[in-house]
Nanobody, 121 residues
Framework: VQLQASGGGLVQAGGSLRLSCATS????????MGWFRQAPGLEREFVAA????????RYADSVKGRFSISRDNAKSTVYLQMNSLKPEDTAVYYC???????????????WGQGTQVTVSS
């Protein structure tokens, strides 16, 4: 499964960005999808996940109410809408996939390359 993340960039605090993750996997509609992030000097951490059908989402406490994950199975793409961004959201964001939503909140079977998000104060 190849995952291609995009949409990162530089934004001021309080601003918004939308990340996208596209895949050519024919099994996309059966995969749970998620996002992780890694800030310099820190471990990679879970951000958000969505079930294969889109009915269930999971969020890290640090992003609840500000970030929203969604998916378009017709386009084999998952999105992460990030609002009210803070400097502490600065990190490399990674798209991920797994057959288990419960697993996806801590690990993943498939990883994409990262996209840099930088939030200036």
């Amino acid at each position: 499964v190849q995952l291609q993340a995009s949409g990162g960039g530089l934004v001021q605090a309080g601003g918004s960005l939308r990340l996208s993750c596209a895949t050519s996997a024919r099994t996309f509609s059966s995969l749970n999808m998620g996002w992780f992030r890694q800030a310099p000097g820190l471990e990679r951490e879970f951000v958000a996940a969505i079930s294969w059908g889109g009915a269930r989402q999971r969020y890290a406490d640090s992003v609840k109410g500000r970030f929203s994950i969604s998916r378009d199975n017709a386009k084999s793409t998952v999105y992460l809408q990030m609002n009210s961004l803070k400097p502490e959201d600065t990190a490399v964001y990674y798209c991920a996939a797994d057959s288990s939503l419960d697993t996806l909140v801590r690990a993943a079977g498939y990883w994409g390359q990262g996209t840099q998000v930088t939030v200036s104060s």
